[in-house]
């Protein structure tokens, strides 16, 4: 599976998630061996909140996301495996797939905004 032609495949606005995701991730991936611990809370929820987008945006469908995503695996076979009639390749579960998104997102959120280091105490 080509992750340039994933997201080439991907409408606006998902696809600049997906990309902010990634860039977030990596910071986030980048400061733990660091030992930056301010700049790792902050950007695990960054990651959150952009998680939460991204969730959000698959479960709701917007501008045909879940539907394209869908098609994607359909048409593309990742490692070789064909999962046109599979469930995992229907728009129905890559909404459900986003809710779940959007749900750890949030975890993110909460942890990084109530961590007792963040705050000094």
Known sequence: ??????????????????????????????SVPLGARDVTRWA????????????????????GSATAMSKYLKESKPMGVDYSGSF???????RFFGGFFAVVGGMFVFTSLTSSEMWGS
């Open 1 to 30: 599976m080509n992750p340039f032609k994933f997201l080439a495949a991907l409408p606006q606005p998902v696809k600049t998630f997906y990309i902010l995701f990634f860039i977030v991730f990596m910071v986030t991936f980048v």
């Open 44 to 63: 695990s929820g960054a990651l959150g909140a952009v998680a939460i987008l991204l969730g959000l945006s698959l479960l709701t469908n917007l501008n």
């Open 88 to 94: 995992l390749a229907s728009p129905a579960y890559a």
